[in-house]
């Protein structure tokens, strides 16, 4: 099983980015896609998840602001990012898993390598 994140940069405040988790190895479709972020000094932390049928969570930091969605013919998930802010800076995660809504690192099995995402001016 692989996850493959693309998608992170650098950008400014109140600027977007659309994060990309592409598997290989394991069938998307029939599980739940996790985005995770974790900060330096921090642990990592739950963002937004998407369930086999679609069911969308949120974290409140990033409700309103961010996009969970999948492409199950593409075997991809993403994260839509948008007005992001300083505090959004992390390494983004995304991971797979079994448990709607997985919120915690322990619901995941596979996870990808990450992709920095820098909010800055």
């Known amino acids: 099983v692989q996850l493959v994140e693309s998608g992170g940069g650098l950008v400014q405040p109140g600027g977007s980015l659309r994060l990309s988790c592409a598997a290989s190895?394991?069938?998307?479709?029939?599980?739940?896609i996790g985005w995770f972020r974790q900060a330096p000094g921090k642990e990592r932390e739950g963002v937004s998840c998407?369930?086999?049928?679609?069911?969308?969570y949120y974290d409140d930091s990033v409700k309103g602001r961010f996009t969970i969605s999948r492409d199950n013919a593409k075997n991809t998930g993403y994260l839509q990012m948008t007005n992001l802010k300083s505090e959004d800076t992390a390494v983004y995660y995304c991971?797979?898993?079994?448990?709607?809504?997985?919120?915690?690192?322990?619901?995941?099995?596979?996870w990808g390598q990450g992709t920095q995402v820098t909010v800055s001016s």
């Open positions: 998407i369930s086999d049928t679609g069911l969308t």
């Open positions: 190895g394991i069938s998307a479709r029939d599980h739940t």
């Open positions: 991971a797979v898993g079994r448990n709607f809504p997985g919120t915690t690192t322990d619901q995941y099995a596979y």
